[in-house]
């Protein structure tokens, strides 16, 4: 419940922002914290292995260094660090976005990173109430960060600086927390995590392309409508992600014990509550959109059951990709790259059409789907 508390939070922060900002400012936030969004998803792979690894550990605990992976997290971090800084002025170029919000977005790689390894031990240790309680503190701290900056009269910049500042307090008292875990074995390189990292960033990537194409294709004011409307679209994956990641740990007990029970459940509970959300969107997204958002966004409001229906198949494929980590198998991952690859293609070819992009963002994810499936196949 504080999970699902702090994914409602999570929202009410995006739809504050919009209020109050309008929907060009509301699409610079929402642009920007959809790439802070990219690190701390690859961040979630390595949560992902450290948790399967605690699992094992816990009979057995190894004496071995959790230091090492965390020196090789921080130096993934400082990869990105400077990858990010590097790639800021093309990045700022085609998103329209200023150079300097870029230097957060950087610094942000480095909270990012080491949260998941301290919420993957938890979630090994199937220590939920602590991994939800860190989930909402973090979602109430952007939160606060929006009611200091409207009170400071803070720029996108310093909104997005708070934010990055927030995160980081509360990521360095949760990896106090939980040094005293087991000790945990895993190569930082090993062909599996590299892998699963690669689909984790595609399913992102696939997730959050639509911000970026929408404010390339359209207008901004436009742009900022319809990602606002897409961003309580895509509430449709907050539930089913959170039963799929809550599901891994038993995913890999069974995995051992060569049965298939949690797995097809979880299919079935992801199934219902995509459902029950693209059909609430569907009934009364005028009503939903004018009450949260205001009547700016109303003309966008099919938007949400539209984006809804269009990433739910992402919900699945996640699924899979889980049920692939534990049982220590993913082969033709590199397939997965061609999901996004199709989507920037069709918006490219049809820019300035909002049916369109809903429509190309609908086939990728339904490939992406198809392709997952031939991975947790092979």
């Known amino acids: 419940m504080l999970t699902l508390l702090g994914g409602a939070t999570n929202y009410l922060f995006h739809i504050l922002v919009a209020r109050s900002l309008g929907p060009i400012k509301y699409g610079e936030v929402a642009t920007t914290l959809g790439i802070m969004s990219i690190i701390t998803t690859s961040g979630i792979v390595f949560q992902t292995s450290a948790s399967k690894q605690t699992v094992i550990s816990l009979d057995n605990s190894p004496r071995m260094g959790i230091d090492q992976f965390s020196r090789n997290l921080t130096r993934g971090a400082i990869f990105t660090f400077l990858t990010v800084l590097l790639l800021s002025p093309l990045l700022a170029n085609f998103l329209h976005l200023s150079p300097l919000l870029f230097l ?3 610094l942000f790689s480095f909270p990012a990173l080491h949260e998941s390894l301290a919420t993957g031990r938890l979630q090994g240790m199937n220590r939920y109430e602590t991994t939800a309680i860190y989930s909402f503190v973090q979602s109430l701290a952007k939160l606060c960060a929006i009611g200091v900056s409207v009170a400071i009269g803070a720029s996108t910049f310093g909104l997005i600086s708070i934010i990055v500042v927030f995160a980081t307090l509360i990521v360095i008292h949760e990896i106090r927390k939980t040094s005293h875990g087991p000790a945990i074995q895993m190569a930082f390189t090993d ?47 907050v539930l089913p992600f959170m039963l799929a990641q809550f599901a891994f740990p038993q995913l890999v007990k069974d995995s051992l014990s060569g049965i298939r029970t949690t797995f097809n459940r979880v ?5 219902l509550a995509s459902t029950a959300v693209s059909l609430t969107l569907l009934l009364f997204h005028e009503t939903i959109v004018s009450i949260l958002l205001g009547n700016e966004f109303a003309s966008s409001s099919a938007v949400t059951w539209q984006m ?41 070819i049809f820019p300035g059409n909002i049916s369109m992009l809903v429509a190309s963002c609908f086939i990728s994810t339904l490939l992406f789907l198809f392709l997952t499936l031939r991975i947790s196949h092979d």
Do not use: W
Not at 214 to 232: C, D, I, T, W
Not at 267 to 271: A, Q, R, Y
Not at 325 to 346: D, Q, Y
């Open 267 to 271: 299919i079935m509970e992801i199934l």
């Open 104 to 106: 957060p977005v950087a």
């Open 308 to 348: 809804s229906l269009a990433f739910t198949p992402l919900s699945l494929a996640n699924l899979y990709l889980l049920d692939c980590v534990a049982r220590g198998r993913i082969r033709h991952s590199m397939h997965v790259g061609l999901a996004p690859i199709i989507l920037i293609v069709m918006v490219t």
């Open 191 to 237: 062909s599996v995590i590299l892998k699963q990292l690669f689909v984790v960033v595609m399913i992102l990537i696939t997730q959050s392309l639509d911000v970026p194409l929408a404010r390339f294709s359209l207008g901004e004011l436009e742009a900022g409508k319809f990602v606002a409307a897409s961003q309580l679209g895509k509430i449709t994956l």
